[in-house]
């Protein structure tokens, strides 16, 4: 399938910023018609990019996204900041727009100053060189540890227009010591207002990129575009239409799918195991029992280790700070396998058919609270040595 | 120094609960005159021993402690219950008390049934041995995976009163597959009332052993209890004298001693750390930014490497979810060296001076916020090979 979209073209160059030897910088053109929506990352100690992103997303129409690997332009202060701009400034001249039609995203190391000249040779070239045909060069121009690019396309036939929706996304864990992390761009060539692309966005978000976890902690640079060309044929107008409803349904299948493929390659990861909390009062005590499973340091090492650990499962749920859980109602499934219930091991449980259901690659821990009907998914990997390999590793 | 406290007397003894050829069984007289007071873990999943030690506690006055090793006796449900029930009335029945004088203590395996013989066979002789000079042979009797013991004694003269306290305490982290975890035991000769005495207690462990964190794993079995003999020569009575602000000092130095031995011998642990939030709006900020740091597995697996990663540190501050933080008035320090300050690094940091202020095996890292004058401090440990390695071996 290919993964065009009508209207949106990319590049990608080896710029020489950090890496040697391959591509580094991308250029993407959303194209003159596009809409563009973005969320960024929650950490109070956002990278210079992020916010001169958000500026520019703010004011007005921007067009062009320039996004490098290997500096992550974080922790550099007010002369971060101006590098930032000076990017932008550096691609509005050789694309003659304005500095403001460019949205800039980093992403590598923490604290070293982002080298321009790199800006200034490539942009240019990129310029030259955009092209409806280059996800795939920008999927993995975009890496930094990750270890497989990531690009994602579906399409679906909607108010009988051909749709495509592709994406690509890099690093999952806050990587390799300071490589800062996730960065995803999805586009569409159907036709979104503004404010109606942004909500689409936050609701594809919400169950794909913002319910995966690799440690728990959040990086400086994080950032998720979602561009609709406009030019193919479909438009959306209304947010309550069957074809908004169906455009949705696209975009989220491609961010899940993507938000999967970070977590099968997040640091030393072996399995990807979704924990979903059932029968919770609310929404938020789902999420959180399912986030406090899913950091257990001793739930991620019996995870590599396949070890069916119903305790660690349980007592992690018993530290989740939920008022009032009675035990007695609790159960736990590997998979199809009930471990846990009445707050125990299960009459049932032997530890042939546990180790055979931690056993997979990918599995799914569901844990049943016995409060209410709310419920919550949220993607995890194990935590194996390599994890502690990869990131003790000094950097140099 | 002698650990001996006039009026409390243990022994132990190979029950073979679990393990073979060494203690696992210990029995603690706290003395006829004895007050007691305890706190216990905040784990919904709490142990059988847990709650019958809670009613015992509330229903009068124990003169009793019964510390088994090798089975934590949680996850057990109703049989459970009974048998911790049962080992009370086992161990009454040998000292020709009632069984609301003892209070239960299990560390070890969870999920498993706790075997009742041992305990019939050994309750006789453990009774017999009660001898003040026990400490250290309890000290080991109630390890797990911990690797050494822990003892610590402390003295003043107070009121002209010579006083000791005393001091074991076992596991940190949730250690080796459902090993569950710390237990503490800590005595004075001192006489204090109940109450005064549970207040005491409360203070002491709020900035020892509920201010370390190995994984942020919570275990099932945690106890700490805190034993006033009465049997020498110092009586307090009132909660704000010179007296009792004296003991309290004193019970707070062999808590922070043991809580500081416990993080020492973590598993895989290869360094002890301390993080200081300073400068916060309030006490609770202070310890959520110290708590998202020392749980950071970014962070610790820098503290294992030794690697002075700033950004790390940083980044970790940044998502601790502190409302209205200015980056530009955060500053970091490790031991001596400031390495972040106005939200970025130092101007006069140099890798060769962070990695000299990295090297030591005891270090603290202090966080100035900018924010007020509250502040907290949390022990805690590097996250190593050798923890996956302990966590990931099968229960076998």
């Known amino acids: 399938m290919s993964a065009r979209v009508a209207g949106v073209r990319l590049a990608a160059t080896a710029a020489g910023i950090c890496y040697q030897g391959r591509d580094d910088l991308v250029l993407i053109d959303c194209g003159g018609r596009a ?3 973005a969320v960024f990352t929650r950490n109070a100690f956002c990278a210079a990019p992020v916010r001169v992103a958000r500026e520019h997303l703010a004011a007005g129409a921007p067009r062009y996204l320039l996004v490098n690997a290997g500096n992550a332009n974080a922790g550099t202060g007010e002369p971060g900041l101006r590098a930032a701009r000076r990017c932008c400034a550096i691609a509005a001249r050789a694309l003659g727009v304005e500095a403001g039609a460019m949205l800039p995203f980093s992403t590598g190391v923490i604290g070293e100053p982002l080298p321009l000249e790199p800006f200034e040779q490539a942009l240019p070239v990129l310029a030259e060189a955009l092209d409806e045909d280059a996800w795939d060069a920008a999927a993995r121009a975009i890496m930094t540890t990750d270890t497989v690019p ?3 396309t579906r399409t679906a036939t909607i108010d009988g227009h051909a749709v495509t929706v592709t994406g690509i996304a890099k690093g999952a864990g806050m990587i390799r010591p300071d490589m800062a992390t996730m960065l995803a761009y999805v586009a569409t060539d159907a036709a979104v207002p503004r404010a109606l692309l942004q909500t689409m966005l ?4 919400a169950p794909s990129f913002n319910s995966i976890t690799v440690d728990g902690d959040t990086s400086t640079n994080d950032a998720c575009v979602l561009i609709a060309s406009g030019a193919g044929g479909l438009r959306i107008e209304a947010a309550d239409s069957e074809a908004a409803r169906a455009l949705q349904a696209l975009v989220d299948r491609v961010c899940l799918a993507l938000a999967a493929d970070l977590v099968r390659d997040a640091e030393g990861a072996t399995k990807l195991v979704a924990i979903r909390v059932e029968q919770a009062a609310n929404e ?6 399912a986030y406090t499973v899913a950091h257990s340091p001793l739930v991620k090492t019996a995870l590599f280790a396949s070890d069916p650990n ?5 007592a992690a749920v018993g530290r989740a700070g939920i008022e009032g859980l009675v035990i007695e109602r609790v159960a736990i499934w590997i998979g199809q ?6 707050g125990g091991r299960d009459p049932g449980y032997t530890e042939e058919a546990g180790q055979a259901a931690m056993a997979p690659r990918e599995l799914e821990i569901r844990i049943a609270l016995g409060r209410g009907d709310a419920e919550a998914r949220v993607l995890t990997c194990d935590l194996s040595y390599d994890y ?3 990131n003790a590793e000094y950097r140099t």
């Open 150 to 152: 990531k690009r994602v």
């Open 202 to 205: 936050e609701r594809a978000v």
């Open 35 to 37: 809409s563009v929506a």
């Open 310 to 314: 119903w305790g660690r499962i349980l």
């Open 284 to 289: 938020a005590e789902a999420r959180r029992v």
């Open 388 to 390: 502690v390999r990869i």
């Open 337 to 342: 396998l009930r471990i846990v219930s009445r």
